[in-house]
């Protein structure tokens, strides 16, 4: 692939405004489209309208602008992109089936929790709901395969499905699409090459691979960079707390998330100058793209 195809994204979910955190996925995301001459588009992920707060895109943009990240063409938005995501949850036919479960009777059956914090689906609903079920979500079978990919960042992963996910929902109990299934659907759709994101979606990478295999899709490059944590040892997030950005200081908040990312930079007078010493830096360490 020619450097000029590459095609990025960062897709925030508007639940609140960023913070140094989701600043360090944005980074490095943009740092790699352009390091590669490709395009970054901003995609924002208000397909669970029920957590989507009405102000936090605005803010997330005006945020990224701040900071010098300008994105390429206009924002897709998800929850105008429902017709797509029906489309292809009907193409993956008979693999796709109702399921009665709660959420209790899944933690109940003990199976083990994945990485996530989700429990294992047992596979209770697979050949049928049982007499007097009424469905609530929908699950994509998989096969007991194991899911191999080579991370930019980590290297080798690999992921046994059947054990440590199970079946994965596509359409939620509450009417609304999944995350899996939206995701790619839209990686795919605006030919998206590389995925970077927060190492906290690694492991939701596999299940994406997946999907993109039954729906005849590439597979894009992956990179998961690590997240930032509080004092606690928890991932930097809204729920935990965390401030959000200073747009009227973006020097300060850059600084820190290439710090993180291990870009060992002199500080700059310029937003501008931060980006083009950060471009260079960033093209050196990553710049080589091999295939999958
Ligand atoms: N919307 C997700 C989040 O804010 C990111 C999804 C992705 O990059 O695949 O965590």
Redesign the pocket.
Known sequence: MNASSYRGRF???PTGPLHAGSLVAAMASFLDARAHGGAWLLRI?DIDEARALPKAAQAIMQCLQAHGMQWDGKPLWQSRRKALYQAAFERLGDAVYPCGCSRREIADSRLGVASDGAAVYPGTCRHGLAPGRTPRAWRLQVPDQVIHFNDRWIGPVSQRLATEVGDFVLKRADGYWAYQLA?VVDDAECGITD?V?GAD?LDSSARQIYLQRLLGYPTPRYMHVPVLQNERGEKLSKQTGAAALDDSRPLEGLMQAAGFLGLGLPRRETVAEFWEAAVALWRDRHGVLAGN
Do not use: I
């Open positions: 897709a925030p979910s992920e995701v995925v994101r979606l």
